[in-house]
């Protein structure tokens, strides 16, 4: 191999985390016909959502059994990669299928037999399954949720029923279109006329045709390139089993006939209801990343083929402007640090789940600011993108502006990105040994200029600014809580005054632990060129994140003029010298043309363009009058 495909593939092995091999296996499936809509329209919504449940179909046997793509967590994750890249219908579908419901029943069917047909029938795919959590009243609050679900002692069932109209199911997709569902229901559950928390049960809605007696299912309006069925789901004292009740608390209350109704019993049995949501959030920060890596492939490509005028030279490619790649470049050295974050993650999880422990709330935590970071990022890096593709970057065909509507999707889905990153901040609160204190793990707890401590104006000085305001917002939430507790001001009122940084605490944290694992990413590099170029993206990285905040950094007396303007220096270098990289640099990114499938990240756009529109008459032959 030549030394540019050494680093490439040295950076490709990196990036997939020695998983190579396995991701192109998964992306030569996705590269398949099954998923070629070239040269197509997408067609009507309903047009749109049967063809993504059909390749959901087609997927399911290719991945059978499911429940090995289950065990498998980094699998289980490229799968929703490709997917997302591919087809947004599709990767929403199978993110709630197969993470929602599926997960969640196979390991109640480890230890109920009982449940084992309805999971064989959800494996099989001869019914989808749809989670069904938020209601029109209540959506990130879902400990307050009013679907209500009384056990009948006398008939062993459970009556589950809407009691009003703002506890109606919003907004899974369960409308009429052919496939049967079965639901995972989130109700509050009362028993002997005692609340005894929200507990989840297995629901069989319709039949594909027929809605189940009791249920009611109202249509929502569609939405941009998302066309999922989603629908307001109403329940009318509808019947199911004691079997039905997916929970730990089945067998006490088959034997007794009662559960208590303590509230510590109570939160536990809401965290077991919702625990299914964590390898849902796994899979949709994949996705989005994906989507990350997706827009930039194209866009790097497309800037280096479009031509533009140049002052004194006629004309140049897009990406030869200094305000072109400079864009792409910071977009990029994101990407790359959400993607080794992301990486950290993943292994995490996969580790706690191979050794069958419960997730600890470290890890649901780091799950959490790894989905938020991910997917605001994908949001900017795609506006980014698509503005830098031109018009060319509105078109469907080209993928920029789906991917962006997607994204939007992963944003608010399995909480809201801003209510987990707060939730992830306030239990920062109450954790110091997990707030980095500026400290760089090989030097000590002194700042920049002392003896072992990172030299000033380097990559990893920046890194330890970046701990450094992780600990100070700490400290100044903690001050001004206890200020108010002081003042005795209300108890909302002082939560509501320091919010903002609570929020900011946990994107600190979580934007330092994303630029540190770039770092150590550069010192695994085997080849030098490898490790100077993950150096150069961390330290891009780590400078922006700086520089967002430089007003708390000079208001705390970190940075002054002279580190301003070192800092832009620095920034200018890096651009300079990476611009002629960024090719190679998503090349890494082992994303197949076959399953990108734009015309603007083909090696001859124009060219890509004729075989498109040569395609698009021949499905749709203009009239005569047209031509």
């Known amino acids: 191999m030549t030394g540019t495909e050494e680093t490439l593939a040295e950076l490709t092995a990196l990036l997939a985390d020695g998983r190579q091999n396995m991701r192109a296996e998964l992306a030569g499936h996705f590269a398949g016909p099954h998923f070629d809509d070239t040269g197509g329209e997408p067609g009507p919504p309903a047009a749109v959502t049967a063809r993504a449940y059909a390749r959901l179909a087609e997927l399911n046997r290719y991945v059978h059994p499911a429940r090995d793509l289950l065990a498998d967590v980094h699998r289980l994750t490229a799968l929703h990669e490709w997917a997302a890249i591919t087809d947004g219908t599709l990767f929403a579908v199978m993110a709630s299928h197969y993470n929602l419901v599926l997960a969640g029943l196979l390991r109640h069917a480890a230890r109920r037999p009982d449940l084992g ?86 629901v069989r809605l319709t039949d594909g045709t027929r809605a189940a007696p009791g249920v009611r299912i109202v249509p929502l309006p569609g939405k941009p390139v998302l066309a999922l069925d989603n629908a307001v789901t109403s329940f009318d004292r509808v019947r199911v089993g004691l079997d039905a009740l997916l929970a730990d608390e089945h067998g006490e209350l088959a034997a007794t006939g009662t559960l208590g109704g303590l509230l510590r019993d109570k939160i536990a049995r809401f965290l077991g209801s919702i625990e299914n949501i964590e390898g849902s959030k796994i899979c949709l920060t994949a996705g989005s990343l994906a989507m990350s890596r997706a827009g930039l492939a194209i866009a790097v490509r497309y800037a280096g083929q479009r031509r533009t005028f140049a002052p004194g030279r006629g004309q140049v490619v897009l990406a030869d402007y200094r305000t072109h790649h400079t864009a792409l470049t910071e977009c990029l050295a994101a990407t790359y640090a959400l993607s080794f974050l992301f990486n950290d993650t993943a292994n995490t999880l996969a580790r706690q789940r191979e050794n069958g422990e419960p997730l600890d709330e470290a890890t649901v935590r780091q799950i959490a600011i790894c989905k938020a970071l991910t997917s605001w990022n994908t949001r900017w890096v795609l506006e980014v993108c698509r503005e830098r593709c031109g018009a060319q970057g509105l078109f469907s065909m080209n993928r920029i502006m789906d991917y962006l509507v997607v994204n939007h999707g992963v944003v608010t889905a399995e909480g809201d990105n801003e209510v987990i990153m707060i939730k992830a901040g306030r239990q920062l609160l109450d954790e110091p040994h997990a707030v980095p204190a500026g400290t760089d793990p090989r030097t000590g707890p002194d700042g920049p200029g002392a003896a072992g401590s990172p030299p000033a104006d380097t990559g990893r000085w920046w890194l330890w600014l970046l701990g450094q305001r992780a600990a100070g917002l700490r400290q100044d939430v903690l001050q001004g809580l206890r200020a108010g507790e002081r003042a005795r001001d209300s108890v909302f009122g002082t939560w509501n005054s320091q919010v903002e940084q609570v929020r900011q605490l946990a994107e600190t ?119």
């Open 117 to 202: 047909p309805l999971a064989t029938e959800l494996e099989e795919l001869r019914a989808v399954g749809v989670f069904m959590a938020s209601e029109l009243g209540y959506g990130n609050n879902l400990v307050a949720l009013e679907t209500e679900a009384r056990y009948d002692p006398a008939a062993r069932e459970f009556v589950l029923h809407t009691p009003r109209p703002r506890a109606r199911k919003f907004m899974p997709n369960t409308s009429l279109n052919g496939v049967p569902k079965l639901a995972v229901v989130l109700a509050r559950t009362f028993v002997d006329d005692r609340e005894c928390g929200v507990l989840p049960f297995l």
């Open 509 to 627: 944290c979580g934007r330092r632990s994303a630029a540190a694992a770039l770092f150590a990413a550069a010192e695994r590099a085997v080849a030098p060129a490898v490790g100077a170029l993950l150096e150069d993206l961390a330290e891009v990285y780590t400078l922006r994140c700086v520089e967002e905040d430089f007003s708390w950094f000079a208001g705390h007396g970190l940075l002054g003029p002279e580190e301003a303007a070192d800092l832009e220096a620095r920034r200018g270098r890096l651009h300079s010298d990476l611009a002629a990289q960024l090719p190679l640099l998503t090349r890494a990114f082992a994303i197949p043309d076959a399953v990108l499938r734009s015309p603007l990240a083909s090696d001859d756009y124009l060219e890509a363009y004729e075989e498109w529109l040569a395609a698009a008459a021949a499905a749709a032959p203009l009239g005569e009058g047209a031509r």
